[in-house]
């Protein structure tokens, strides 16, 4: 991920522990247990998801890597990374969807891991 074109990350929280992200260079890293999103833009002026817009990656022809260090994901735990096909957020959040959700989109599985298992697409 190069930040340097304009994208950055904006976390949506479900629980009591917070999503941090530290971006050093080409390493990232994400602790808390709720969601993260690559957004193109973000919203500096309050507004919250109404003016937050989706990065779409276009992968075709390239290559996307990455390393997860699941040792500290107990069982009844599960840390993926996965792709999804979402529509733009609005007034009521991030507009979450995935194959499970009433309004289903694409996804696709890269990894789901914890100290225990790794599943992989």
């Not at 957004?39 to 390239?62: C, F, H, I, S, T």
């Amino acid at each position: 991920f190069d930040g340097s074109v304009g994208s950055s990350f904006i976390a949506e929280e479900f629980g009591t522990q917070r999503v941090t992200v530290d971006s050093l260079g080409s390493m990232l890293t994400i602790t808390g247990d709720n969601r993260l999103y690559l957004v193109e833009r973000p919203a500096r002026d309050g507004l919250g998801w109404v003016m937050q817009r989706y990065e779409r990656l276009n992968l075709l022809g390239k290559q996307l890597t990455f390393s997860m260090d699941v040792s500290n994901v107990g069982c009844s735990c599960n840390a993926a990374v996965y792709l999804v096909g979402m529509d733009f957020p609005g007034s009521l959040g991030s507009a979450y969807c995935d194959i499970t959700t009433p309004a289903p989109c694409a996804e696709l599985d890269l990894a789901e891991a914890n100290a225990h298992a790794f599943q992989s697409a």
